[in-house]
Antibody
Framework: QVQLKESGPGLVQPSETLSLTCTVSGFSLTSYGVNWVRQPPGKGLEWMGTIWNDGSTDYNSALKSRLSISRDTSKSQVFLKMNSLQTEDTAIYLC?????????WGQGASVTVSS | DIQMTQTPSSMPASLGERVTISCRASQGISNYLNWYQQKPDGTIKPLIYYTSNLQSGVPSRFSGSGSGTDYSLTISSLEPEDFAMYYCQQYDSSPNTFGAGTKLELK
């Protein structure tokens, strides 16, 4: 059974760095890419970036200067780090499996940026 | 970036009704278009990939069509579990982008 689960701090101070983990099961990170997508409160979905099955990455140009995605295949985990957080980064952060079709999603991790 | 304009933003509908949601891209996307459903609890489920291909396990009342810049998702006969948010997503060019969503509401 394919599962993805996001974890991380619920509250981050402005200007600090967000670190999130996506722990997957039921598939191998060397066979599938994993995406990070975020959803601000009451708004739509924004693709942030992808780590492909070969370990290469692709980022949304709007976030590229602040964003890093990496993985630990032995632990089946994908990591997101984003620096210089502002209030507009408050959102649900989701990880999803797939290259171009996101065929399995986590439930999301709620992140609030506030002092 | 390719902009995806999804219409309508909300749609009241009745059980058993046939509904169509539209998605227009700011440039041609060569059928690289997916549809997703998001339930009120936040759960996201893929419905259609590459314009018209039904994801495994998705009921046949869902269908997709389109070409060029214009695409649509049709639900032939609404069931209670279909009242949710729907998003289109293009993956023709990076960054892949989503429509703003359509909220399907019970009339």
């Amino acid at each position: 059974q394919v599962q993805l689960k996001e974890s991380g701090p619920g509250l981050v101070q402005p200007s600090e760095t967000l670190s999130l983990t996506c722990t997957v099961s039921g598939f191998s990170l060397t066979s599938y890419g994993v995406n990070w997508v975020r959803q601000p409160p009451g708004k739509g979905l924004e693709w942030m970036g992808t780590i492909w099955n070969d370990g290469s990455t692709d980022y949304n140009s709007a976030l590229k200067s602040r964003l890093s995605i990496s993985r630990d295949t032995s632990k089946s985990q994908v990591f997101l780090k984003m620096n210089s957080l502002q209030t507009e980064d408050t959102a649900i952060y989701l990880c999803a499996r797939g290259a171009y079709v996101m065929d399995a999603w986590g439930q999301g991790a709620s992140v609030t940026v506030s002092s | 970036d390719i902009q995806m304009t999804q219409t309508p933003s909300s749609m009241p509908a009745s059980l058993g009704e046939r509904v169509t949601i539209s998605c227009r891209a700011s440039q041609g996307i060569s059928n690289y278009l997916n549809w997703y459903q998001q339930k009120p609890d936040g759960t996201i489920k893929p419905l259609i990939y590459y314009t018209s291909n039904l994801q495994s396990g998705v009921p046949s009342r869902f269908s997709g069509s389109g070409s060029g810049t214009d695409y649509s998702l049709t639900i032939s006969s609404l069931e209670p579990e279909d009242f949710a948010m729907y998003y289109c997503q293009q993956y023709d060019s990076s960054p892949n982008t989503f429509g703003a969503g359509t909220k399907l509401e019970l009339k």
